[in-house]
T-cell receptor, first 114, second 112 residues
Framework: GAVVSQHPSWVICKSGTSVKIECRSL??????MFWYRQFPKQSLMLMAT?????????EQGVEKDKFLINHASLTLSTLTVTSAHPEDSSFYIC??????????FGQGTRLTVV | GENVEQHPSTLSVQEGDSAVIKCTYS??????FPWYKQELGKRPQLIID?????GEKKDQRIAVTLNKTAKHFSLHITETQPEDSAVYFC???????????FGQGTRLTINP
């Protein structure tokens, strides 16, 4: 099946620094990718829809200036958490769908801000 | 927009028994309903999906039923095994849309 790869799988950073997370679709072109945030024992909360070649669409309540999304190619979307704070610590996971079929998820990134 | 409600939030069954998880959706234009299984610390994996043009789909011990009139769909796992223990998410997608809206998740525990 299609594979979506996410990197890094975990990262620890200091408060105030920025962290970039990459999401790649390895064997199909993804014009749209999705970024989710998942708190422990909770559901997948959609943060934003990443659109290749255009601006991302953010869900209500998600700060677009804090969570920068770039989708520069058909196989790569990046999420940058800017000026990270401890409350940003979470599990971030991306996904991509191929032609309105199954959604494939990346491995997820566990971010810890200290 | 679409809203998906999932119940129960936790479910514990004896090994060998059946487990049923239910979801309701709000937008009658939704036409794709997948179910994902997520083991601790891992990515969600699709286990079964159904489209609105069918009422039931089965794959070995797993089945999904869809009632379009009532706008609800259910996951049925028979002959449960310890490896079925995980968190299960339902989701819905509007026709022509890429975005999936997820339910809150159900933590299923199979007791040996």
């Amino acid at each position: 099946g299609a594979v979506v790869s996410q990197h890094p799988s975990w990262v620890i950073c200091k408060s105030g620094t920025s962290v970039k997370i990459e999401c790649r679709s390895l064997d199909f072109q993804a014009t749209t990718m999705f970024w989710y945030r998942q708190f422990p024992k909770q559901s997948l909360m959609l943060m934003a829809t990443s659109n290749e070649g255009s601006k991302a669409t953010y869900e209500q309540g998600v700060e677009k200036d804090k969570f920068l999304i770039n989708h520069a190619s058909l196989t790569l979307s990046t999420l940058t958490v800017t000026s990270a704070h401890p409350e940003d610590s979470s599990f971030y996971i991306c996904s991509a769908r191929r032609q309105f079929t199954e959604a494939f998820f990346g491995q997820g990134t566990r971010l810890t801000v200290v | 927009g679409e809203n998906v409600e999932q119940h129960p939030s936790t479910l514990s069954v004896q090994e060998g028994d059946s487990a049923v998880i239910k979801c309701t959706y709000s937008d009658s234009a939704s036409n794709y309903f997948p179910w994902y299984k997520q083991e601790l610390g891992k990515r969600p994996q699709l286990i079964i999906d159904i489209r609105s043009n069918v009422g039931e789909k089965k794959d070995q011990r797993i089945a999904v039923t869809l009632n379009k009139t009532a706008k609800h769909f259910s996951l049925h796992i028979t002959e449960t095994q310890p490896e079925d223990s995980a968190v299960y998410f339902c989701a819905a997608s509007l026709q022509g849309a890429q975005k999936l809206v997820f339910g809150q998740g159900t933590r299923l525990t199979i007791n040996p």
